[in-house]
């Protein structure tokens, strides 16, 4: 069992950054794939980012690339998403997740994750 608790969200302008945290229990959290979602009213929660168990691997849903950052300590248990010139289009509701190891395509899919925290509010005014 994984319990993940993310951290770091608020309400920033247009080109500010912030730094997600996500905080995990579990020793197989450090063996799988961690990813982070987002999700504003009235639609699916989407893929942001991925990152494999090891960290040397990162994928990017292109609107966010060259924008935001991923990255674990895994002695620490952490998956961090660092998130730079942000924009009102990434106000939303942050999740990160974790899941066994990943591979392909699987690792943008909301279903193959198998432990959520409770999501961390982003707000960005223009």
């Known amino acids: 069992q994984v319990q993940l608790v993310e951290s770091g969200g608020g309400l920033v302008q247009a080109g500010d950054s912030l730094r997600l945290s996500c905080a995990a229990s579990?020793?197989?959290?450090?063996?799988?794939?961690a990813g982070w979602f987002r999700q504003t009213p009235g639609k699916e929660r989407e893929f942001v980012a991925a990152?494999?168990?090891?960290?040397?691997?990162?994928y990017y849903t292109d609107s966010v690339k060259g924008r935001f950052t991923s990255s674990r300590d895994n002695a620490k248990n952490t998956v961090y998403l660092q998130m730079n010139s942000l924009n009102p289009e990434d106000t939303a509701v942050y999740f990160c997740?974790?899941?066994?190891?990943?591979?392909?395509?699987?690792?943008?899919?909301?279903?193959?994750?198998?432990?959520w925290g409770q999501g961390t509010q982003v707000t960005v005014s223009s």
């Open positions: 997740a974790a899941g066994r190891r990943m591979y392909g395509s699987n690792r943008y899919r909301v279903r193959n994750y198998d432990y």
């Open positions: 579990g020793r197989t959290f450090s063996s799988g794939t």
């Open positions: 990152i494999n168990w090891s960290g040397n691997s990162t």
